[in-house]
Structures are given as C-alpha cells and as structure tokens.
C-alpha cells in the first residue's frame, strides 16, 4: 500500500468511526447545524435532526378573496387545494413527552398540492418571534444547549450564549404547552414577500390561528401522557374537522424583514389569506413522514423570500437532515 492510499485509507476509517459532529469542520453551515443538532439530541437513523417526533394528517386549503389581492400565488386563486400537514414536537428526539418542556416550539408544517401537480409548503412554530437571527447563532446555540446536560444547571458555555443573546430567553418566554395541536397558533417567524398581478411587492410573515388557543398549566401539563398530542388529534378528527385561518401580518415602512428576533408591533395589518380544513388522518403517519420534506423555501410564483438569511439556511439544512434520514431508514 503506498503512502497516499494508506492516508486515503485511514481516513475513510476514521470518517466511518468519528461521528460526523467531531469532524474539524469546513462542511457548509447546513452541514454543520445539522451536526450540533446531532450532537444535542443525539442520531435516530430514520428520524429528523429537529421536530423528529409528529404526526401527519391531511385536508384542504381554500383562499380568502383578499388573498388574490396580495399576490398572484395559484395558492390564491380561490380553488380548493388539497393539503398534507405535519404537526410535531421541537428537538430531534423521537421519544420526547408531548408535554415536556422541550417539546416546545410545537411545529406545524403545510405542504398544498397545486393543480399544476407541484408543491408548495409553510413551515411554522409556536414561537412569536426567533431566539437568534443568523444561521452560525443558530448552530451555536444547539452547540452550546449540548453541552448542558438535561436537568443539570447550564454549563458555561450555555451561559455565556444566553447572556450574549438574549433573543433567546425573551422568544422562549413566548412559549405555552397546548392541550391539542389544534389548540395552538402558529407563527412563520421568518418574513417573505408577495408580489400581485400589478407587480406590487408586500413583506409578511405568516400567522397559523386556531379556532382557540388553550395552553395548559404545569400541573395539567405534569397529567398528560407522554403521547396525549399524537393521540389527541385522530380522536379529534373522528368527530369533526379541524380548522385553521391562515393569515398574514403585513410590514410597514422600516420593519426589518432580515430579523427574526424582532417580532412586529401588535398593530400591523393582518388579512385572512383563507381557511385550513383538517379532517383526514392517514393510515400509517409513522410512515408517511419519513418520505415527507417540507421546505420552508418551496414557494410559487407570487411568493419570494425576503432578506432574512434563515429560509436559505433552513432550506440547505433540511435537505441535509432529509438525505441522512433517508439513508438510514
Ligand atoms: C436557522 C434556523 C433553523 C434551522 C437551521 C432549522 C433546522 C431544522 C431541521 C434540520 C429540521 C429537520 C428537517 C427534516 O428532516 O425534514 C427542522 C424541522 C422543522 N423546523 Fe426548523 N430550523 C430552523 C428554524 C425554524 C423556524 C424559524 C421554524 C418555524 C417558524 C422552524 C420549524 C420547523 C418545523 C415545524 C420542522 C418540522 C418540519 C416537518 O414536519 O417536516 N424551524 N428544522
């Protein structure tokens, strides 16, 4: 063996023994964010880096007249479109209590099948606002939350990056354990920008609302069972549809669209884009959303993204959660 295929070799065993987060990394940021997630929460051949437990249901989108006003997306066109929704538990372990602190912020994501037979998708949270604004601070602070152990108090490391941050403890304080999926309302968080048949641009960011929003206290959060989110929708659905209006709160002159830690004032206008019906649950979610890749940046025409450096960074760093999923079912 020469030199060469003897480094090339060692290095190929190395690569196989080290997991992949304790690599010297000049991997891209995506690359990288997913391996501090991996690091945080552990690897779950199969499941997602984040949100890794959820459940998948399906129903029908039909927009507001407004809508069309707003931008020319065939999301708009007032034609009832089908939808596929996966809601889900925050972090990457597939075993979290629903209820458990860090089940939070709950996820909603929504994938429309157009007439045209694409796809377009909204990735949502409970969070009102984004505990950090840039790609390298969202790597970081899973860096840092791996390095305190649940239960524990907070390492340094995790110390220094809340008090350097302090997006983070204010946007977490916006958090509320719900006592059904459907009880909760959701926030796009990241800003995008409609463009109408006049060619008009608009920045907004998306509002998911429920018909009600019910948090839980901790003591009734302390009751639940470890699954009561997962089992609570199917018994729902069962006895009538649930429904959602999507909604979109509209930026004024100086609103930052590059600042996801900056939520906008309460008093900006927001339009009902249309209603979000839920009344299908699919027969084998477990496998269902291992094929499912919701992308924050699947839009259509009408539909661009703003400014703000995390749809392109949550974008890459799906595809990259997605590929490991993929290959290790
Ligand atoms: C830099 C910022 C962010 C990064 C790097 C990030 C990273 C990730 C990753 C790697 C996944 C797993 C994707 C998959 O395997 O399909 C994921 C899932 C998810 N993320 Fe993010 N995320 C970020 C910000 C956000 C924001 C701002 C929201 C909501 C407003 C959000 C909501 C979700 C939801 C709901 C899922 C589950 C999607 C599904 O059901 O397939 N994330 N995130």
Same mark, same amino acid.
């Given at each position: ?9 060692l ?9 992949t ?18 690091k ?7 499941y ?8 998948v !249901? ?60 694409g ?21 970081d ?10 239960g ?12 350097s ?20 309302? @959701? @926030?796009?968080?990241?800003?995008? !920008? ?7 641009k ?5 509002i ?19 699954? @009561? ?27 930052s ?73």
């Amino acid at each position: 063996m020469t030199k060469n295929t003897l480094a090339a070799a060692l290095a190929a065993t190395i690569a196989v023994i080290v997991p992949t987060w304790v690599r010297a990394d000049d991997a891209p940021v995506t690359t990288q964010i997913v391996d501090a997630l991996n690091k945080r929460f552990g690897v779950h051949p199969g499941y997602r880096a984040n949100h890794a437990k959820g459940i998948v !249901v399906e129903g029908s989108f039909t927009a507001s007249s407004e809508a069309a006003t707003l931008s020319k997306s065939p999301l708009f066109t007032g034609a009832k479109l089908p939808i596929t929704v996966r809601f889900s538990d925050a972090g990457g372990m597939p075993d979290l209590h629903d209820a458990a602190p860090a089940a939070n912020p709950h996820g909603m994501a929504i994938k429309f099948h157009l007439p045209s037979g694409g796809e377009s998708d909204i990735v949502v949270n409970s969070l009102k606002f984004f505990p950090v604004a840039t790609p390298e601070d969202f790597r970081d602070l899973q860096l840092a939350a791996a390095s305190s152990l649940p239960g524990s108090p907070k390492s340094a490391q995790l110390d220094a990056f809340l008090a350097s941050h302090p997006s983070v403890e204010k946007a977490n304080a916006t958090l509320g354990t719900p006592d059904s999926f459907a009880d909760e309302q @959701y @926030y796009g968080v990241n800003a995008f !920008v409609f463009i109408n048949k006049a060619g008009q641009k608009q920045s907004f960011r998306y509002i998911i609302a429920p018909e009600r929003v019910v948090h839980l206290s901790q003591a009734e959060a302390a009751k639940q069972s470890p699954n @009561y989110l997962m089992d609570d929708l199917p018994v729902r659905l069962a006895k009538r549809p649930v429904t959602f209006h999507i909604k979109a709160q509209l930026a004024a002159a100086g609103d930052s669209t590059k600042d996801p830690t900056q939520a906008w004032p309460d008093d900006r206008k927001v339009v009902d884009l249309g209603v979000l019906t839920i009344d299908k649950t699919v027969a084998d979610s477990a496998a269902a959303q291992k094929k499912l890749l919701f992308l924050p940046g699947r839009l259509t025409d009408g539909i661009e993204p703003s400014d703000d450096p995390l749809i392109a960074a949550r974008d890459g760093s799906y595809a990259v959660s997605f590929g490991r999923r993929s290959a290790n079912p």
